[in-house]
C-alpha cells in the first residue's frame, strides 16, 4: 500500500488522536486545546480536498486492516464516501469553533471536545467504510461517542434524554448487526459496491433477503428517525446546541440516513431492491415522515424542538430520493445529504444565538431580533428559506431533482408529498422570519452576554454567516464542478451502471 | 457364589456412601456436620475408584494406579478438612456458633 | 528430542513451577521480603507465560511428558492453542491485578487482628496464595490428566476460598459457601473420572477421546455437573454474587475474570475431547438453555443491587451464560465458529470483568463504600477509573470495537448458520440489559455535582491496571484474526467439528 492509499486512514485519525490527548489535558489548557481542535479540524480539510481532487482525477484510496473470518476493517475513498465525508470535515470545523465560543467558561470542556472528536472520527469512518462490518463498527462507535455529548449538561432532564438515546441507539444497533451477520452468514464478507454486491446469493436464500433488508433498514431507521422509531430525536434535544448542530446536520441523523443509502445502492443495488419490492414501502415510510415531522414542527413553540421536527421530516427526504427509482430521484436523494447539513446546522447555530445572546427559545418571542441581532437573522432566514425550497438556494435544487425524480420514477404521488411539505415548511418558517423583520420589540432584551462591538461573541457569530453563503453557494453554483450537484450526478452515474 | 464380588461390593457401597455425603452435605446447616458429611462423600468416590478397577489390572488384586490415586484423593481431601475447620473456628470466633448463616442474613449490607 | 521442543518444554514447566516458587518463597519470607518475593513473581510469572505462548505460537501443539514417564502410566501436559490462550489471558490478568493488589492490599502488622478497613482489607498470606491460585490455573490449563486436573481444581478452590475468605464477616460467610460447593462440584467431577478411568484404564484425556462411547454418559453427566457448580451456571449461581463482591477487588477480578473460567475451560476441554463421540445434542440444549436464562437473570439481578461489586458479581453471572451458549451453537457437528467466538468470547470477558473489579476496587478505595446511591458525580474526581469502567463495559454490551463485539458476532453467526434464532435474540437482548446495567453505573456518575466529601487519592497504579485491562478488553477486536489462528493450534475443537482445524 503507497501513502496515498493510506489517506482514508490519516482522514479519521486527524480528529481521534487530538481528541485522545485533548481527553489528557487539564480543564484550563484552553489553548492548547483549541490549537489541537484546530489543527485536526483544519488538517482533516486538507486531506480530504487532497482525496477530493484525487478522486476526481481517477485516483482510488483503500486502506485494509484484516479483523476476522475473512473480514476486513476498511476505509476507502469512494465518490458518495466523499460527498458525506467533505461534509463532515467541513461542519466539524466550524462546528468546532462554534463551540469553543459557545463553551467559554463552561465546565467538563476537555471531556467535551475529546468525545466531540471522537464523534466527529466515528462519523469520517462510517463515511469511509467500505465494507458493512466497517460501517458497523464505526456506526456504534457513534452512539458511544454521542451519549456523554448528549448528557453533557449533566442534568437529570440530561440522563433521562441519555437514557431514552441509547435505548433507541442500541437496540437499533442490535437490530442493524444480526442483520449484518445474517448477510454475512449468507452471502460471506459484505463489500460496499456500486450497484450493489449482492449478485453472488444463491437464488434459493433469495426468500430472506427482504427481511434482512427490514432488519438493516429499521436499525438505521432508529438513528435516521423514521417514523415510528423518531421518538429519541426531539428528547435529545436537552443537548447543548453546538451538539444539537452536529447532531442533526451531520453525525447521527446523517450517519443513519447515509447508511440507507449504502444499504439500498451499494450493498442490495437498486435494481435488486427494486425487483424485490422494497423500496415502494420505504418510499411510504419516508413519505410519512416527510409529513410528521412537519405537522409536529408546526405545533412547537420551541425554536429548537421545532428544529428537531424539522429534521426528522427533511431528513427522509434523503430517504425518498432513495427509494424511488431513477437518476433524478438518486441525484435529489444524495445533493440532500449535503443540503440538509448545511442548512441546518445554520439554523441551530443561530437558534443557539438567539438562546446564548438574548435567551430567547420561543417562537413566538422572536419579534425585532432582525434589529438586535441582523447577521444571525439574515443567515436564519437564508436558511430557512432554504428548506422551503426557493430558488436559488440549495433546498431548491434538492426539491427540483426529487420532483423530477418522482415523475421519471412513475411516481407522481411523491410530488404532493413534496409540495404539501414545502407548503407545511413555510408555514412554521415564514412566521418566525416576518416576525424577526417586520415585528418590532417594545421591552429590552434580556442580554446574556457583555455587549461587544459585534452582536454576539465572534465565534459564536460567524460560523451561522458562513454557512449561510454556503447555503446559497450551494444553489447558485450547482452547475459548477465538484458542486455538491455534480459529485451526486457523478455517484448517481456510478450506482446506476453508467 | 455371593451375589457381588470384591469389586462390585466396593462399587455399590462406594455409591451408597456417595449419596449419603451429598445429602449431608446438601441437608445440614451445621458446618462439622457438613464436613463430615464431604468427607463420606469423598470416601465414597475412593471406593469407587478402587472397585472400578479391582481385578482390572492384575487378575484379582486391587489396580496399583487406582491405590496411587486415591492415596492422592485423601492428601486433598484431609487439606480440605484442614481448611474447612479453620474458616469453622472462625466463624464460632465471630459469631459464636458453627452454623452456615442464612442465604437471607447475608445479604449485603444496604 | 529435537532442540526446539526442549526449549518449549522448559518454558511451559517455568510458567507452572514459578509461581509455586514465588509463592513459596512469600510464605517464607519475612514481613519486609514479601513484597520482594511477590515482585519477583510479578515479574518473572508473565515472562514465563509470555515465552511460553511465543514458544506455542512459533513451535506449534506441545505435548509434555512429566518425568518422562508419559501416558497412561505418567501425567501428560498439551500445550495447544486452547491451553495456551487461557494460560496467556492469566498471565495478563493477574500481573495487572497483581500491580492494583501491592498498592490495594495490606499484610497484617505485628499482632494486629482486625481485617482492615473495606478500602484496604489486610489479608494474611495474600501473596502466597495469590502465586498459588496462578500457578494451579497455569498447571490446570496445560494438564491433559483426568485425575491430575481433578487436583488442579481442589488447588484452585482452596486458594481461591483463602483468598476471597478473609475481607470481614460477609466475605467469610461466602468463602465457607464456595469452598464447600467447591467440593462438591469437585468429588462429583472425581466420580466421573472413576467411572472413565474404571472403563478405559486410563485418564489421559486425548487416549480417552479414541476409546469413548455412549456408555460414558454416566461419567459425562458426572462430571459435567460438577463442573457447572463451579463454574456457576444458573441455577447453579446461588454462591457466586456474594462470594465474588464481598473479596477484595484484585481477588475478584480473579475469581470472576479466571477461576470460573477454568472450569468452563475444562468442559469444553472435555466436550470438544473425550466426550465428542458422545450423543450431547440433548444435554447441549439443556446448557444452552441454561445459559439463557443466565442472561436473562443475571442482568435482570444487576439491574436490581445497590452495589456496585453486587452489580458486576451478578453480571458475571450473566455473561457466563453466553459461554454455555456455544455448546448448543457447535453441537453435535457444528461449527468451529461457535466454540471459537465462545472461547474468544471467554476471554474477552476475563479482560474486561477483571478491569471493572479493579475499577470497583478503585472507587472502594477512594469512596470507602460502593454504594450506587452514594456514588453520583463520582467520574470528576475519578475520571481515569470510570473512563476504564466505560470501556469495560463496551465489552460486556457487545458492541464495537471490543472483543465482545467479535464474540457476539460469532455466536450469533453460528446461531443465524444453524437457525437458532432465540439464541439470537437472547445474545442481543443481553447486551441490551448489559447496556441498562453498566449506564447505571456511568450515568450518574457523570451527574454535575458536587463530589462526595472525604475522598481518598487513589495511587496511580490502581488505576493504570484497571485501564490497561479494559484497553487490552477493546483492542482484542483488532486481534481476532491472530487469536482465531492461534486457537487453531494442535486443532483443539477438531473432534467436534468434523475434522477441520
Not at chain 3, 506449534?60 to 496467556?88: E, K, Q
Not at chain 3, 456408555?215 to 456474594?242: E, N, Q
Not at chain 3, 441498562?436 to 493504570?464: D, H, I, N, T
Request: aromatic share 10%; proline share 6%.
Amino acid at each position: 500500500m503507497t501513502a496515498a492509499q493510506w489517506l482514508p486512514v490519516f482522514v479519521v485519525l486527524s480528529s481521534l488522536l487530538p481528541g485522545i490527548v485533548i481527553f489528557l489535558l487539564r480543564e484550563e489548557a484552553y489553548w492548547a486545546r483549541t490549537l489541537l481542535n484546530l489543527t485536526g479540524a483544519v488538517l482533516k480539510l486538507a486531506l480530504v480536498a487532497v482525496m477530493a481532487v484525487g478522486v476526481f482525477q481517477g485516483q482510488t484510496y483503500e486502506a485494509r486492516f484484516p479483523l476476522f473470518a475473512g473480514q476486513d476493517l476498511a476505509l476507502h475513498a469512494a465518490p458518495l464516501s466523499l460527498l458525506f465525508v467533505v461534509l463532515s470535515s467541513v461542519l466539524w470545523l466550524v462546528t468546532t469553533l462554534y463551540a469553543i465560543g459557545y463553551l467559554e467558561s463552561s465546565p467538563h470542556r476537555s471531556r467535551f471536545f475529546g468525545f466531540f472528536s471522537l464523534c466527529v472520527s466515528a462519523t469520517t469512518g462510517i463515511a469511509m467504510a467500505a465494507n458493512l462490518l466497517s460501517f458497523v463498527l464505526f456506526y456504534e462507535m457513534l452512539t458511544l461517542a454521542t451519549y456523554p455529548l448528549v448528557v453533557h449538561r449533566g442534568t437529570p432532564e440530561a440522563l433521562r434524554a441519555g437514557r431514552v438515546y441509547l435505548g433507541y441507539t442500541l437496540a437499533g444497533g442490535a437490530l442493524l448487526l444480526l442483520g449484518a451477520i445474517w448477510l454475512t452468514a449468507l452471502a460471506g464478507p459484505v463489500n460496499f459496491a456500486e450497484a450493489g454486491s449482492l449478485a453472488n446469493v444463491p437464488p434459493s436464500a433469495r426468500g430472506v433477503l427482504p427481511v434482512i433488508f427490514v432488519l438493516l433498514i429499521a436499525g438505521l431507521g432508529v438513528k435516521a428517525s423514521l417514523v415510528p422509531l423518531h421518538s429519541w430525536l426531539p428528547i435529545a434535544m436537552i443537548a447543548p446546541a453546538p451538539v444539537s448542530a452536529l447532531l442533526h446536520a451531520v453525525a447521527v441523523v446523517k450517519a443513519g440516513a447515509f447508511g440507507i443509502v449504502r444499504v439500498v445502492y451499494d450493498v442490495f443495488g437498486v435494481r435488486l431492491s427494486a425487483e424485490l419490492g422494497l423500496l415502494g414501502p420505504l418510499a411510504v415510510l419516508a413519505s410519512l415522515t416527510i409529513l410528521y415531522g412537519s405537522i409536529m414542527a408546526l405545533r412547537q413553540t420551541d425554536l429548537k424542538r421545532r428544529l428537531a421536527f424539522s429534521t426528522i421530516s427533511q431528513v427522509s427526504y434523503i430517504v425518498l430520493g432513495t427509494s424511488i427509482v431513477g437518476a433524478f430521484a438518486t441525484t435529489g436523494g444524495l445533493v440532500h445529504i449535503v443540503h440538509q447539513g448545511i442548512m441546518k446546522i445554520t439554523l441551530f447555530f443561530c437558534a443557539g444565538n438567539f438562546a446564548e445572546t438574548v435567551g430567547i427559545t420561543d417562537v413566538r418571542r422572536m419579534h425585532g431580533l432582525g434589529r438586535r441581532m441582523p447577521l444571525t437573522a439574515a443567515a436564519f432566514t437564508v436558511a430557512a428559506l432554504g428548506m422551503i425550497g426557493i430558488p436559488p438556494l440549495a433546498g431548491f435544487i434538492s426539491k427540483w431533482y426529487l420532483g423530477l425524480g418522482a415523475l421519471e420514477g412513475g411516481s407522481p404521488w411523491a410530488i404532493v408529498i413534496l409540495l404539501v411539505s414545502t407548503l407545511l415548511n413555510a408555514a412554521y418558517f415564514l412566521p418566525i422570519v416576518n416576525d424577526m423583520w417586520f415585528r418590532s420589540r417594545p421591552e429590552p432584551w434580556d442580554e446574556r452576554l457583555p455587549r461587544g462591538r459585534l452582536e454576539t461573541r465572534w465565534l459564536l457569530l460567524a460560523p451561522p454567516v458562513v454557512m449561510a453563503v454556503l447555503v446559497a453557494a450551494a444553489g447558485i453554483l450547482a452547475e459548477v464542478p465538484m458542486s455538491p450537484l455534480e459529485w451526486s450526478r457523478l455517484i448517481t452515474g456510478l450506482e446506476y451502471g453508467r | 457364589m455371593p451375589v457381588l464380588d470384591t469389586g462390585q461390593l466396593y462399587g455399590v457401597t462406594g455409591a451408597i456412601l456417595f449419596s449419603l455425603g451429598l445429602y449431608g452435605t446438601l441437608r445440614h446447616r451445621h458446618l462439622i456436620r457438613k464436613i463430615l458429611a464431604v468427607n463420606v462423600m469423598g470416601t465414597g468416590v475412593f471406593l469407587v475408584l478402587v472397585a472400578t478397577r479391582y481385578g482390572r489390572g492384575v487378575p484379582g488384586a486391587p489396580d496399583p494406579v487406582a491405590q496411587a490415586m486415591v492415596l492422592t484423593g485423601i492428601v486433598v481431601a484431609v487439606s480440605a478438612t484442614a481448611m474447612a475447620i479453620a474458616f469453622t473456628l472462625r466463624v464460632h470466633a465471630t459469631t459464636g456458633s458453627a452454623h452456615l448463616p442464612d442465604a437471607d442474613a447475608e445479604e449485603p449490607r444496604p | 528430542m529435537s532442540g526446539p521442543d526442549v526449549a518449549a518444554e522448559a518454558w511451559l514447566v517455568w510458567s507452572v513451577v514459578v509461581p509455586f516458587l514465588a509463592g513459596s518463597l512469600a510464605f517464607l519470607a519475612g514481613r519486609r521480603l514479601r513484597i520482594a518475593a511477590a515482585l519477583f513473581g510479578l515479574a518473572a510469572t508473565p515472562i514465563c507465560t509470555a515465552a511460553a505462548v511465543y514458544t506455542t505460537h512459533r513451535l506449534g501443539p506441545v505435548r509434555y511428558r512429566i518425568g518422562g514417564w508419559g501416558a497412561p502410566l505418567g501425567i501428560d501436559w498439551l500445550a495447544d492453542g486452547l491451553s495456551m490462550l487461557l494460560v496467556g489471558t492469566t498471565g495478563l490478568v493477574l500481573l495487572l491485578a497483581g500491580i492494583h493488589a501491592v498498592r490495594s492490599i495490606r499484610a497484617p502488622s505485628g499482632g494486629e487482628q482486625k481485617s482492615g478497613t473495606d478500602a484496604q482489607p489486610t489479608i494474611a498470606y495474600f501473596w502466597p496464595l495469590y502465586f498459588f491460585l496462578w500457578g494451579s490455573l497455569n498447571a490446570l490449563f496445560l494438564s491433559n490428566d483426568a485425575f491430575n486436573l481433578y487436583v488442579c481444581l481442589e488447588l484452585l478452590g482452596f486458594s481461591s476460598a483463602a483468598l476471597m475468605a478473609q475481607a470481614g464477616r460477609e466475605a467469610l460467610t461466602a468463602a465457607i459457601r464456595y469452598l464447600f460447593v467447591s467440593l462438591l462440584g469437585s468429588l462429583l467431577y472425581l466420580l466421573g473420572v472413576a467411572l472413565l478411568f474404571g472403563a478405559h484404564g486410563t485418564l489421559d484425556l486425548q487416549a480417552l477421546r479414541a476409546v469413548a462411547s455412549s456408555s460414558d454418559l454416566a461419567a459425562l453427566a458426572l462430571m459435567t455437573t460438577g463442573l457447572l457448580f463451579k463454574t456457576a451456571l444458573f441455577p447453579l449461581h446461588f454462591w457466586l454474587p456474594a462470594a465474588h463482591a464481598n473479596a477484595p477487588a484484585p481477588v475478584s477480578a480473579a475469581l470472576s475474570g479466571l477461576v470460573v473460567k477454568a472450569s468452563f475451560y475444562l468442559l469444553v476441554r472435555l466436550w470438544a475431547g473425550p466426550f465428542a463421540p458422545l450423543p450431547t445434542a440433548d444435554a447441549a440444549a439443556v446448557l444452552g438453555t441454561l445459559g439463557a436464562a443466565a442472561i436473562v437473570w443475571g442482568s435482570v439481578q444487576a439491574l436490581r443491587q445497590r452495589r456496585l461489586k453486587m452489580l458486576i458479581a451478578y453480571s458475571t453471572v450473566a455473561q457466563l451464560g453466553y459461554l454455555f451458549l456455544l455448546f448448543p451453537l457447535g453441537a453435535p457437528h457444528g461449527n468451529l465458529e461457535a466454540w471459537t467466538g465462545g472461547l474468544y468470547y471467554a476471554v474477552s470477558h476475563a479482560l474486561a470483568k477483571s478491569a471493572l473489579f479493579l475499577c470497583a476496587g478503585c472507587v472502594v478505595w477512594a469512596a470507602g463504600h460502593d454504594r450506587l446511591a452514594d456514588l453520583k458525580g463520582i467520574a470528576r474526581p475519578l475520571p481515569v477509573t470510570m473512563f476504564a469502567f466505560a470501556l469495560a463495559g463496551v465489552t460486556l454490551l457487545g458492541i464495537p470495537p471490543s472483543g465482545g463485539f467479535v464474540g457476539k458476532w460469532n455466536l450469533v453467526s453460528a446461531a443465524v448458520r444453524g437457525g437458532h434464532w432465540a439464541y439470537a435474540v437472547i445474545i442481543y437482548g443481553g447486551g441490551l440489559l448489559a447496556a441498562g446495567y453498566v449506564f447505571r453505573v456511568l450515568a450518574p456518575s457523570l451527574l454535575f455535582q458536587k463530589s462526595p466529601a472525604g475522598l481518598r487519592k487513589v495511587p496511580w497504579p490502581m488505576e493504570a491496571a484497571a485501564l490497561t485491562l479494559a484497553i487490552a478488553a477493546v483492542l482484542l477486536d483488532f486481534l481476532a484474526d491472530p487469536i482465531f489462528a492461534f486457537l487453531a493450534i494442535g486443532r483443539p475443537f477438531a473432534a467436534v467439528t468434523g475434522g477441520l482445524p
